[in-house]
């Protein structure tokens, strides 16, 4: 049994993740319990409440590896773990971890060892005063691209033999992610009944975070795809994913995630392993903006909770394209220079 008496962090050298799961608290109660309790209070978002459940799995995980009760360490072993976070790398990029990533974490650490002092678990939350990375929330590392390499990432969806996903079926998900931005959460979880019209338009219910539902229109193309991967299935039902994998599954993040960059190598974008989903909803924001969409539509269909963190997208647009570099680049332009002095203008 683990020590829950809150003195000291107590070495833990037999315990497997089973076994500190099955663990008892003091209030009578399992830690898989507890923790399982923890992540029901985020019903209303699914993609929130799995994020949490990888992130506190990771640090239940590293507990194990450094022989320490999850239940009775203190801010010095918390602080360790979030040292160890500053140099650990993305599994899919092989990059370390960005500084907001690390601070999403340590605030799932917080967050649950919050309701387990409520809960009564514990005496106090060892994660409160944690120092946090610090990143400016004014910037997005978040990559995008232009107009005419969406394009060319959307053709060549319609043509690309995927190993999990058919040529239809992968340009259903490139138009729902470049002409809808939805997120990739959104995608994965959208059914055959989220399908419907209004106002003699087909639609398409999305139910993104935070457990709000927004109905938004399908242009003639992403119906159109939606069409052609429908055509290929039977005996559909409302609860079907719209998605489907050759295997009869629902799609998967990873296979979104794969998608987007083989279709930005085949667009001829630079560095396509840096475009992911998220890349497509400022890509999505972007081109909107471009066209004429107002600050209030692009907040709405994007569904964020506030116009502040749609203009933190336009910031990262805007910024690159009015940056004063291109004005003085312009009158320190040697080659135009040398060009003017080998034929000059001719005089009249």
């Known amino acids: 049994m683990m020590a829950i008496d809150g003195q000291r962090p107590r070495p833990m050298t037999s315990a497997g993740p089973t076994e500190l799961l099955g663990t008892e608290t003091r209030t009578g109660h399992r830690l898989g319990a507890l923790v399982a309790a923890w992540l029901g209070s985020f019903s209303e978002s699914a993609a929130t409440r799995d994020a949490y459940a990888r992130d506190v799995h990771e640090y239940l995980t590293w507990c194990l590896r450094r022989e320490l009760d ?51 678990a514990i ?108 055509d290929t299935r039977s005996g559909l039902g409302d609860r079907d994913p719209l998605v489907l994998t050759r295997a009869a599954t629902r799609v998967s993040r990873h296979q979104v995630y794969r998608l987007v960059q083989r279709m930005a190598e085949q667009a001829g974008v630079p560095a396509p392993e840096r475009i992911t989903p998220h ?33 933190l997208y336009d910031h990262v647009a805007l910024s690159l394209h009015q940056d004063p570099a291109h004005l003085v680049a312009a009158t320190t332009d040697t080659d135009s220079a040398d060009r003017d002095q080998l034929d000059p203008t001719p005089e009249y």
């Open 279 to 311: 890349a497509m909803r400022h890509t999505f924001n972007t081109l909107a903006r471009e066209s004429g969409a107002a600050l209030e539509d692009r907040r709405d269909a994007l569904g964020h909770s506030s116009a502040a963190i749609t203009q």
């Open 70 to 120: 999850p239940l009775a360490v203190r801010l010095p072993e918390v602080q360790m773990y979030a040292a160890e976070l500053a140099e650990t790398a993305h599994p899919r990029t092989g990059r370390v971890l960005a500084a907001n990533t690390r601070a999403c974490k340590l605030a799932a650490v917080s967050s649950w060892y919050t309701f387990l002092v409520r809960a009564g």
């Open 123 to 230: 005496d106090a939350n060892p994660a409160r005063d944690v120092a946090r990375p610090r990143y400016d929330r004014s910037h997005s590392p978040t990559a995008s691209v232009s107009g005419q390499q969406a394009r060319g990432m959307l053709t060549a969806s319609h043509r690309y033999a995927h190993r999990s996903l058919d040529e239809n079926a992968a340009a259903v998900v490139m138009r729902l992610l470049v002409d809808l931005g939805v997120r990739v959460s959104e995608l994965c979880q959208v059914t055959i009944g989220d399908l419907g019209t209004r106002e003699g338009m087909r639609v398409l219910t999305v139910r993104m975070k935070g457990g709000t539902t927004r109905t938004r229109p399908l242009p003639s193309s992403a119906a159109a795809a939606i069409d052609r991967h429908l």
